[in-house]
Each structure stands twice: as structure tokens, then as C-alpha cells.
């Protein structure tokens, strides 16, 4: 069995890329796992600048109102083990060795990046925890999901959301009047969604609201 260190060694190698853009690996390899989407409500924190702070802010509104929260940031700082935070303590070591593995033999010939591996393993290790909520840092994007739990956390979310977009568009050589906002809301009580409430705590320029 691997250490963590030859598991982060390794997961250096496995593409050629540090970065590779897209969904379409991690979709595949979650496809194999018959991993399916959490029924609890899950924030998504997108931009280029900000986000570590705001999922911060996240999770301790969320943690205030007594949910056992689930956290994914990168990168760390000293240990990579800060890269995956399960309600109030960092993950355990034997649990990215677990997550790892199963990865590994679903990936097949897949080649992930070192931050799909650290993606993936925190949404297997999350589902595993049995949390009540997920706060996912992710790369650029201007996609949130929650539920109706997360209402006052979408609206913290407003203005960083909305400058984080400014910082999208001019890395990726985009006008912020071509930017559209969609926002996605996953709960399994559809038919309590207010979208006109959501649109309103939202940025302006907010294209869509799914349910």
C-alpha cells in the first residue's frame, strides 16, 4: 500500500498537464464509483481570487447554525490534509489512502490531474461522513449550488460572486457584459424554491435559475 507521500508523489505523473480545463474526466471516474449527487445542500465557491476566504465564511455560517459541514480548499499551506476539513477536524490520513485507492481502479486509463484526485477524494470522503452540508472550492466557474439551508450563505455570497466574476472575465480575456450567471439549486423540496427570492440576493447579471 501507498504512503500519502508516494500517493502525492504519483499523482503528480499521472498527466501530462498540472492544469487541464473541463469536466469530462472527473464526470467519467464518478460514473465508475456510481457516485451519486448529495441530497444536502452544497455550496460551490468559484473565481480566481477569494474563494479560500468566502468558503471560510461559508462554512462558519453554516457551522453557527449547528450543521456538521464538510470543506474542500486548496492548496494547503503546510499539510495537504488542510485541503479537506470533515466538520470540525482535517481528514484523516487512512481516509484519502481509502479514497485514493478506489480512484485508482475506477480511473482506469483516465488521467486525472493532482487537483481531480484531490477533488474526487473529497467528495467520496465527504458522502462517506454522512455531513448535513458541503462547501466545495472549485476553479473558475460562477456556479452555486445549495439549498434551502444555504440561503443566507448564497447571500453572503453576493458581492464576492460577483467581483470574482470581474477576475473570471479578464483571465479568461472575456467582457463581464458576455458573462452569464446560472445558478443551480439542488434540494428535495424543488416546489419551496422562490427563484424570484434567489435572483434578488444574487449579483446582477444573473442569467438563470435552475431547480
Known sequence: MRSLEQWLAYQTQVHPQAIDLGLDRLQVVLERLHWRQPRIPVISVAGTNGKGSVSAYCTAILSAAGLKVGTFTSPHLRDYRERIRVHDRLVRTDELLTAFEKIEAARGSVALTFFEFNALAALLIFDAAALDAWVLEIGMGTDIRGG?????????????????????????GLDTDSMKVEVTIGTPHPDKVDRAQVLAVLPHGTDRVTV
Open 148 to 172: 434551502d439551508d444555504t440561503k443566507a450563505a448564497v447571500r453572503a455570497l453576493r458581492d464576492a460572486l460577483w467581483h470574482n466574476s470581474l477576475s473570471v472575465a479578464n483571465a479568461l
